[in-house]
């Protein structure tokens, strides 16, 4: 089969790194080419490279067989190459329609948009691939999904033939991501070559044709799909065998920690209630998952207990304190720890150093600051010890810039500034969003080495697999209600499936408080007043 795309003997240097060690990768027409690596491999650079986004040192890149030179991404439109990038290139304040046409705008008369042209088109597009889309709805007001889909359609607008998806289904949901699969496969056939940026092994034995190794920034290995195998792939990628089976002891329970009484929160955009009358407690010693299909209330239960939205009715207690309406600073100093759904919204400061961002949530205390004057030495130390612990990667060491840092680096940052609070609580939201084999092995362990602790842990996450394997309860969400409350031990995929369909329900739990845990709460507002 002819290659369509040659990237001969790349290679890209940045301060203190090299991110692409002389790698050749050919792409065929047609096919659907899986690129797999650890955090921090080179993959998302290799391919910025062929979008024009950075510029390589070395090496040289042909398409069709013929040498061009791609300077900025304009370039590589012109030789039809598109990118739907990690985290995605839309303004928010826009209409989907505009995303789509922004600089390839249809134009009549000579100077005026054609906005009903342009909507047409877009409208057949949506219909020819399945992917369904209004063109005059606002990006920030539509779903995660719904937003890369946006992102596809201005790839297929251009006519695009080169198609590159950085980590496409990191933010989906599982049935998003079977219609992104769906979506590929039907693209391909049409003849269009896909780049398939991805950590997920699964979607790779699925969907691919070829997949090519990099780690620590060399070419390892390209390899058909069908002549290898889930653990071979992982093992090319990490240089070691990996434990896809987590192996824990029984939780054991301790004091309440966090519990959460009729809890609601009302939508600003729709005015309906997403969380509806919802209770529950999470103990020490013990994880907990919430698992629904996205767009049930989980995320919206997760910004209140964290504090970055008030509920309109109900009580959230930690340690038997009312925190209901308590800031996220008092919730932080006060035993909870967060790792949150979107790491670059609410994770990061994108602009500061790695540093800075792994003392964020410590900087206003000793040692980090004497007499309101930040201390730098202990906070150098603190960093290069999480640096270390939790292999982050990165070109200059703490001083590096957090946003230039790889998706799954920045989440193994937050991972590690969150699990070092040594906090009473951690609320984690899509813990592994975006992380390797490798360190979704390790980020597991470290969780449930909190677990054992006797940390109390609540995880709300899309990943059927992770909920199944790390919870030692389930609560579901359907319609922002709790319908069932499990062990993880006595419930199937199968069943866990009907539940978060709605096709089965539980009554909503009330929360009960014992004795005991009533005269803690009281003792506390005593001490309070």
């Known amino acids: ?186 693209l391909s056939k049409e003849g269009k070559s896909i780049i398939f940026i991805t950590h997920k092994l699964d979607e790779i034995m699925t969907v691919c044709d070829r997949v090519t190794v990099l780690r620590r920034g060399k070419h390892i290995g390209t390899v058909d799909v069908k002549d290898t195998t889930k653990e071979k792939l992982s093992n090319m990628m990490v240089g070691r065998d990996v434990d896809f089976i987590i192996e824990k002891k029984p939780s054991v329970l301790g004091d309440a920690v966090l519990m959460v009484e009729n809890l609601s929160v009302t939508s600003d955009l729709t005015n309906k209630q997403v969380v509806d009358n919802v209770s529950f407690k999470v103990h020490k010693g013990e994880i907990v998952c919430v698992a629904g299909i996205d767009g049930n209330g989980q995320s919206e239960l997760g910004y209140a207990i964290s504090g970055l939205i008030k509920p309109s009715s109900g009580n959230i207690y930690l340690n038997y304190e009312d925190i209901t309406h308590k800031s996220i600073r008092y919730r932080n100093d006060h035993g909870m720890s967060h790792i949150p759904e979107d790491r670059q919204k609410y994770g990061l400061i994108l602009q500061d150093s790695l540093a800075n961002n792994l003392v964020l949530k410590k900087y206003h205390l000793t040692p980090f600051q004497k007499k309101g004057i930040i201390q730098n030495e202990p906070i150098v130390n603190l960093a290069n010890k999480l640096i270390n612990d939790y292999d982050v990667r990165s070109g200059q060491g703490y001083k590096t810039v957090s946003g230039s840092l790889s998706g799954g680096n920045q ?53 059927l697999d992770e909920v199944m394997s790390i919870s030692d309860r389930i609560l579901v969400m359907y319609e922002g209600k709790i319908v069932k409350d499990v062990l993880a031990k006595d419930i199937t995929v199968d069943e866990l499936g009907l539940y978060m369909a709605g096709v089965k329900k539980d009554p909503n739990p009330l929360l009960s408080f014992s004795q005991v845990e009533l005269d803690k709460m009281e003792a506390l507002r005593g001490n309070k007043k």
């Open 411 to 463: 989440q193994k940052a937050i991972i590690a500034r969150e699990i070092d609070k040594d906090s009473d609580f951690l609320l984690s939201i899509q813990t592994v969003r975006g992380l390797d084999v490798g360190a979704v092995e390790f980020a597991h362990k470290k969780i449930i080495e909190e677990r054992d602790r006797g940390k109390a842990i609540l995880m709300i996450s899309f990943e």
């Open 1 to 186: 089969m002819q290659n369509i795309i040659e990237m001969r003997n790349i290679t890209k240097r940045f301060p203190g790194i090299v991110a692409n060690d002389n790698i050749t990768f050919e792409l065929r027409r047609g096919e659907i080419h899986a690129l797999l690596g650890e955090n921090g491999a080179g993959k998302s650079t290799l391919m910025s490279i062929l979008f024009g986004m950075y510029k390589e040192d070395e090496g040289q890149i042909l398409k069709d067989g013929v040498k061009v030179d791609i300077n900025s991404p304009n370039d590589a439109n012109d030789l039809a190459i598109g990118m739907v990038h990690q985290h995605f290139k839309l303004v928010e304040v826009f209409s989907v329609l505009d995303n789509i046409i922004m600089g390839l705008e249809p134009m009549k008369n000579g100077f005026i948009i054609d906005r009903k042209k342009a909507k047409q088109n877009i409208i057949e597009l949506c219909e020819k691939y399945e992917l369904h889309l209004n063109p005059d709805d606002i990006i920030e007001d539509i779903t995660v999904g719904a937003q890369q889909r946006t992102e596809i359609l201005k790839m297929l607008f251009r006519k695009n033939d080169i198609l590159i998806f950085d980590e496409p289904t990191a933010v989906l949901t599982p049935q998003e991501i079977k219609q992104l699969m769906v979506t590929m496969k039907n």
